[in-house]
Each structure stands twice: as structure tokens, then as C-alpha cells.
């Protein structure tokens, strides 16, 4: 006689399914906790901080008032003018002729703005006593414009614009080119000279520039949200 052996059993375990009410439960549970957990407070900007943005906006206002356009102007047209610092009768009145031309463009540039109208387009124009004079604006009449008395000639654009100038001047007198055009064999008292002066104006007038920001947005330069 032989005796089988049983197949071992498995005890089942019942499966558990998720109902509506528990999982609504259970989201219940998460959201009071997340609700309880307490939220770290923003921390105030360190004294680091708020340096840093202090310097950064001082150097977009400088950007903005120092002659950057006609500086690259300058160094691309002074080589071909001054035949590389090697001047004759001929190239140096047309140097001559090409920085004064640059310099009353730094000065004219400071007084140059730009308005918003009410479908969106940018115009820009010169500021004059009475108000800003646009270059481009279709309409005579001004309809659609801000009031453009409140953009006229203040004495602070004056400064700016004679700053701006005093800064070309600096960078001009620096330049390789100019002064061998200018000063081929200067002495050891004018060589001292324009060593220092241009890097004191240079100096003298960043600091004015970053102390006195314009409020102005001439050619080339964007449109605040304020304006």
C-alpha cells in the first residue's frame, strides 16, 4: 500500500483594493500635512548682494551714457586716417577732421530720445527747449504721443553731452594712431601729459556719469517699462 503525499498549501492572502473613500482619505491626510509643514520664509538680500546689483545697475548706466557707437567708429576709421600713426600734410587735417566729426556726435547723441506711441512703435528724436522734435513720427498733429514738452533740454543733458566729449577726448589722446599722427616725437613733459590727463578725465567723468544717470533712451538704446 503507498501512501501519496500531499501538495504543500499556500496560505492566500486576500488582496485589498482601493476605494474611493480611502484614497480620498489619504489625500486628505497628505494635503493637512503639507498644509501643517511650515514654508521657510524668503531670506533678505545680504549686504553682498545687494552691492552687486548696485554695481551691475551703475554699469548699465554708464554703458548708456559713455560714447560706445562712436568709439567703435573711431577705431575702426582712425588706422585708414592717420595711415597707421604715419601722417602727412594730407591725413592730418582729415584726422583732425574725423575726431571733430566724432566728438559732435557724442555731443549730439546725448540729446537724442525716444517715445512710445499707443499702437506699440518706437520713434525717436532731439530733444529741443520747447520739447522732443521726432525724426520719423507720420502724423504732425502728435496724435497718439505722450506729451513731449516733458522730454525738452534740461541743463543735465548739457553736462552729459560735455562729459561725453571729455570721455572721447580721453580715448582719442590713448590711441596709438592719433598720437603718432598728432605728436610723432613728443617731449618728456607732454608725454606725461597725455599719460595722466586722459586717464584722470576718463576716471573723473565714469564717476559723474554713474553718480548723475541720464534718464534719457537715445538712438540705439531700448525702451524702459517706465517710458
Request: proline letters at 9%; hydrophobic letters at 40%.
Amino acid at each position: 500500500m503507498s501512501i501519496r503525499q500531499r501538495p504543500p498549501t499556500t496560505s492566500q492572502q486576500p488582496l485589498t483594493l482601493d476605494t474611493p473613500s480611502s484614497t480620498a482619505a489619504a489625500s486628505t491626510s497628505t494635503a493637512v500635512t503639507e498644509l501643517e509643514t511650515p514654508k521657510t520664509p524668503a531670506q533678505p538680500p545680504t549686504l553682498t548682494q545687494r552691492a552687486i546689483s548696485q554695481t551691475l545697475s551703475s554699469t548699465a548706466n554708464l554703458a548708456n551714457l559713455l560714447p560706445t557707437g562712436t568709439i567703435l567708429a573711431f577705431q575702426f576709421l582712425t588706422p585708414t586716417f592717420t595711415n597707421n600713426g604715419v601722417c602727412d600734410s594730407a591725413t592730418r587735417p582729415l584726422t583732425l577732421l574725423l575726431l571733430l566729426l566724432l566728438a559732435a556726435s557724442c555731443f549730439l547723441a546725448s540729446f537724442t530720445d525716444s517715445v512710445k506711441s499707443s499702437d506699440g512703435q518706437v520713434y525717436y528724436g532731439l530733444a529741443t527747449m520747447k520739447g522732443l522734435f521726432l525724426f520719423d513720427y507720420p502724423d504732425p498733429s502728435g496724435s497718439g504721443l505722450p506729451d513731449l514738452r516733458k522730454y525738452k533740454i534740461r541743463f543735465m543733458d548739457g553736462v552729459h553731452a560735455i562729459m561725453s566729449v571729455l570721455v572721447f577726448g580721453a580715448v582719442a589722446l590713448r590711441d596709438k594712431n592719433v598720437l603718432g599722427c598728432l605728436y610723432p616725437t613728443p617731449n618728456h613733459e607732454t608725454q606725461q601729459v597725455l599719460n595722466i590727463v586722459p586717464v584722470g578725465i576718463g576716471l573723473i567723468c565714469s564717476l559723474l556719469f554713474v553718480t548723475f544717470p541720464t534718464r534719457r533712451h537715445g538712438i540705439g538704446y531700448p525702451i524702459t517699462p517706465g517710458k
